[in-house]
C-alpha cells in the first residue's frame, strides 16, 4: 500500500521558517500529481500548494509571496519550504498525491507559529 511520509513540522516563532518533506512509497511520485493542504482547527482542508500534471508549481494566494513547492526527482521527495511564517499559518499540513481516481493523504504534520 502507498504511503506518504511527512516529515519537518514544528513550533516556530512569528517570521520564522520551517521546511515540510514528503517521500511516498512505492513508485507513484512520477505518476501523480504531488500537493500539499492545511487544515486549522475549525476550518475546511485547503490546498496551499501543488504541482499540476504538466509539472507546473501552483501556490495559493494567500501564501504565494512566502509558500514555494519544490520537488526532487532524485530524491522521490517533494517540498514545502514556507518562509515568514505567520500565526494563522498555524494548522496540521497534509501531503497529497492524486492520479484520478485515486486520492492519497499522508497522515499530517502540524506546524504551530508563537506570536
Known amino acids: 500500500q502507498v504511503q506518504l511520509v511527512e516529515s519537518g513540522g514544528g513550533l516556530v516563532q512569528d517570521g520564522g521558517s520551517l521546511r515540510l518533506s514528503c517521500a511516498p512509497s512505492?513508485?507513484?511520485?512520477?505518476?501523480?500529481?504531488m500537493g500539499w493542504y492545511r487544515q486549522a482547527p475549525g476550518k475546511q482542508r485547503e490546498l496551499v500548494a501543488g504541482?499540476?500534471?504538466?509539472?507546473?508549481?501552483n501556490v495559493a494566494d494567500p501564501v504565494k509571496d512566502r509558500f514555494t513547492i519544490l520537488r526532487n526527482n532524485a530524491k522521490n521527495t517533494v517540498y514545502l519550504q514556507m518562509n515568514s511564517l505567520k500565526p494563522e499559518d498555524t494548522a496540521v499540513y497534509y501531503c497529497n498525491a492524486e492520479k484520478w481516481p485515486t486520492v492519497i493523504w499522508g497522515q499530517g504534520t502540524q506546524v504551530t507559529v508563537s506570536s
Open positions: 504541482f499540476t500534471s504538466g509539472g507546473s508549481a
Open positions: 512505492g513508485s507513484i511520485f512520477k505518476v501523480y500529481t
